[in-house]
């Protein structure tokens, strides 16, 4: 299975709550920081549709979350 990537950054609090909702719920994910890379951020933006909003969550079916919240994490992810 494929893994989730969260687009993110360490001062992001929507970031820190998704990526604490993932490991509570056992799901691996891949995070990359946008923060501190500019291709990275432009990629995020790109896969957001243009929106700045992060964190940005790209699924293994390659479904976006932008800004999730916990219940739209759960319903989007099995667990």
């Given at each position: 299975m494929a893994e989730i990537v969260l687009?993110?950054?360490d001062w992001c609090g929507d970031?820190?709550?998704a990526?604490?909702?993932l490991r509570e719920h056992?799901?691996?994910f891949t995070e990359v920081d946008?923060?501190?890379d500019d291709a990275a951020?432009?990629?995020a933006i790109e896969i957001a549709g243009g929106r700045k909003n992060i964190p940005v969550v790209v699924l293994p079916?390659?479904?976006v979350l932008v800004e999730p919240t916990n219940t739209q994490l759960a319903e989007a992810i099995e667990v």
């Open positions: 687009y993110g950054a970031c820190r709550r990526k604490a909702w056992g799901v691996a946008v923060e501190h951020r432009d990629k079916d390659g479904k």
